[in-house]
Nanobody, 122 residues
Framework: QVQLVESGGGLVQPGGSLRLSCAAS????????MSWVRQAPGKGLEWVSG????????SYADSVKGRFTISRDNAKNTLYLQMNSLKSEDTAVYYC???????????????WGQGTQVTVSS
């Protein structure tokens, strides 16, 4: 059974930091491009960041570039997102997802996890 379990969210003041984790199982994590996506209140899913299967290439949405860092540990089947200099605009439910910016939506909710709430106070 495919499982993606996000953790690490919480309430933080503007300028603060959080580190999100995603524990994956039920598929070949080490062969999979992975992404972080988020959904703010009243908005659709927004792709945030992606990382190739071996971590060799990393991509970021312009809105988070320079503030967020994506990484992975294939030995632990875990994906990470280090978020620094957080802004109120970063408030959203954050999901890890199998796939790249261009392919993640095709896997459906079964490959997105249940999400972790990040709230940045104004």
């Amino acid at each position: 059974q495919v499982q993606l379990v996000e953790s690490g969210g919480g309430l933080v003041q503007p300028g603060g930091s959080l580190r999100l984790s995603c524990a994956a199982s039920g598929f070949t994590f080490g062969n999979s491009h992975m992404s972080w996506v988020r959904q703010a209140p009243g908005k659709g899913l927004e792709w945030v960041s992606g990382i190739s299967s071996n971590g060799g290439i990393k991509s970021y949405a312009d809105s988070v570039k320079g503030r967020f860092t994506i990484s992975r540990d294939n030995a632990k089947n875990t994906l990470y997102l280090q978020m620094n200099s957080l802004k109120s605009e970063d408030t959203a439910v954050y999901y890890c997802a199998k796939g790249s910016k261009y392919t993640y939506s095709g896997y459906g909710r079964g490959y997105w996890g249940q999400g972790t709430q990040v709230t940045v106070s104004s």
